[in-house]
């Protein structure tokens, strides 16, 4: 048998002494149709440089007109920096990189790792909150983890800090927790949450490391027809946090703070349309925003003093945030889970492509040569773990026994039965990512994960008629609510999105068709997301071997398809 281990760099180690002891419980007497074991290999950690971004100074006002001046020094005045790392008045960008990594950039150009010492508890999200009235100047930062745990990391600089409390468990029942800035008036910024059915919760600072946030207070609905939720500062100099929000349409809507904390944000106010080409927008301070598109070019929009922004400025050059997962504080739901695209030839070599989060793949990278492969199924699985990296199933084809295998972990046996393996995320709601398995006669069973990658509990009935698709594939939302879905394809080229209810008694909605003419595709499969919007997308191989891209634009929409490359053809399995 062979194992494979999907880990970041810093587990070689131990991946290593797991890989012979796993050698060494399938020891013994080599039969003429069992194959050897292979050795365990790395799948290597994403090549990846952080970009040095060219980021606002502390005057980020329009030049020629002093109405702009002096409505954005209003706001520099009376609104409190939520991620000055260097201390020099400035907003700075804390990010994730495909790598799993923390990164840091400042306004004065310092900043590279910022290390949290989280290891393999990747950052799913973070939200800079700043100087929360600690001892020292440095800002506060709360990260979210896969799993739902909230933790509070205090004075931090552009290197990181080891100094952390956990706030608490069970944020992941949020799609959004961002922060507004300062509601109250007390100086210290807020906290705001979202669930994925549009309600939104006010959580105000205490001022306690131990104990950051207090009870949280119902201040809405309906916040879910925003698909980014941008927690500005003060826009207006009047020391009331105010919020951004952009639906799905592409209109930008701005909300005035009223300071009272159960109505915190007055009635909206359009600030224009044409937003949707941005995959994430976050504030740049002082009342701008920052915006990144899909080519990974960041742009600058100045505060005007009154919610309304100035034209956009372009920070950089086109691409720079290429390979850029995830920015800190930025509006989109975040996303983890799998970065890429695992294929196999009929040769028995395997390969691997990266997610450039810019809507392509990287080149290739060799995994296995020629031959390794041969007699083996690969299944590429949202993550299992913590460490926010897609693992691999590996079974041997034509096995009595149907043992399946999950980066090294022998799951059991029995696993023969099934026809197709997906692991599309977190569908029970614990964040957990969890499994599906279809019988020979169609019926689809889900295995809760026990976020470890070591174990599943006892198979849940999804349903059955299940093999009335010929391809079932996810990895992450397709309908914009934060929730796990996946989606299937018929023989005839029908293509299905079934949401997902965040509840394993009841793992989806009813089926929404989303499209037609997908029989088109000898491939169908599902990469994550490819563009760093949070959303889930998909790829399609024709016959002919080119590779076609389908972003996820709306709730179960995608856009046209766009040609990746050609050449594809090579490979007789992708997932």
């Known amino acids: ?44 950690k994403p090549s990846f440089t952080p970009p040095k971004l060219t980021l606002p100074k502390k005057d980020v006002a329009r030049a020629g007109k002093d109405a702009s001046r002096a409505g954005a020094a209003a706001v520099a005045a009376a609104s409190p920096l939520l991620s000055d790392l260097d201390l020099d008045g400035a907003e700075d960008i804390i990010f994730r990189g495909v790598d799993g990594e923390l990164y840091s950039n400042t306004s004065s150009g310092n900043g590279d790792l910022f290390d949290l010492f989280r290891y393999e508890d990747v950052a799913k999200d973070v939200i800079p909150i700043g100087n929360q009235g600690g001892s020292t100047a440095e800002p506060e930062v709360l990260v979210l983890s896969e799993s739902g745990t909230l933790t509070l990391y205090t004075d931090a600089d552009a290197t990181g800090t080891p100094y952390s409390s956990v706030v608490g468990g069970g944020w992941q029942i949020y799609n959004k ?11 210290r910024a807020d906290v705001i949450a979202r669930t ?8 105000l600072a205490t001022g306690s490391a ?23 500062g003060d826009g207006t100099g009047d020391g009331k946090a105010d919020l951004y929000a952009r639906d799905t349409a592409g209109t930008l809507w701005f909300y005035a703070g009223t300071g009272d904390k159960n109505k915190p944000f007055g009635a909206r106010k359009a600030i224009g349309g044409g937003w ?11 009342g701008g925003l920052l915006a990144r598109d899909n080519a990974g070019t960041l742009f600058a929009y100045s505060a005007n003093g009154n919610g309304t ?29 799998k970065e890429g695209v695992v294929a196999t030839t009929s040769a028995g070599s395997l390969y691997w492509y990266t997610n450039t989060t810019t809507g392509k793949l990287f080149p290739r990278e060799q995994i296995l040569p020629d031959g390794e492969v041969n007699g083996l199924t690969f299944t590429n699985l949202s993550s299992l773990n913590a460490d926010g990296l897609s693992d691999f199933a590996v079974q041997l084809n034509g096995d009595p026994a149907g043992e399946l295998y999950i980066d090294g972990n022998r799951i059991g046996s029995g696993w023969g039965v099934y026809n197709a393996l997906v692991g599309p995320g977190d569908l029970s709601g614990d964040g957990k990512a969890d499994l599906l398995a279809r019988d020979r006669s169609g019926v689809l069973y889900l295995y809760k994960g026990n976020g ?8 849940v009935k999804v349903g059955s008629g299940w093999n009335g698709f010929n391809k079932i594939v996810g990895a992450g939302d397709f309908t914009g609510d934060g929730r796990t879905d996946i989606a299937a394809r018929t023989p ?3 293509l299905y999105v079934y949401p997902g209810t965040g509840n394993a008694a009841a793992a989806f909605k009813t089926r929404v068709k989303v499209g037609s003419g997908w029989n088109a595709y000898t491939k169908v499969i599902a990469p994550g997301d490819l563009n760093a919007d949070g959303k889930a997308d998909l790829l399609g191989v024709t016959s002919g071997g080119d590779l076609y891209r389908y972003l996820n634009t709306t709730p179960n929409k995608f856009t046209p398809r766009y040609r990746l490359g050609g050449g594809f053809q090579v490979y007789n399995t992708m997932s």
């Open 276 to 286: 949707g080409v941005y995959n994430q927008i976050l504030r740049a301070g002082n």
């Open 309 to 337: 922004l100035a034209g956009r400025v372009q920070l950089g050059g086109t691409g720079d945030l290429t390979g850029v997962a995830q920015l800190a504080a930025a509006g989109n739901i975040p996303y983890t889970g």
């Open 177 to 187: 927790v961002t922060s507004p800035g300062d509601v109250n008036g007390d100086g």
């Open 452 to 459: 470890k990658g070591t174990a599943f509990s006892t198979r």
């Open 196 to 203: 994925p059915d549009g309600a939104l919760y006010l959580y």
């Open 492 to 494: 005839g080229g029908d």
């Open 210 to 232: 131990s104990a950051p946030l207090g009870s949280r207070i119902l201040v809405g609905n309906g916040w879910g027809a925003y698909d980014q939720l941008v927690g500005l």
């Open 1 to 44: 048998m062979y194992f494979l281990k999907s880990t970041r760099s810093r587990r070689v180690a131990a991946c290593t002494a797991l890989a012979l002891s796993a050698g060494m419980l399938l020891a013994g007497p080599a039969s003429a149709d069992t194959p050897a074991p292979v050795p365990s290999v790395e799948k290597a």
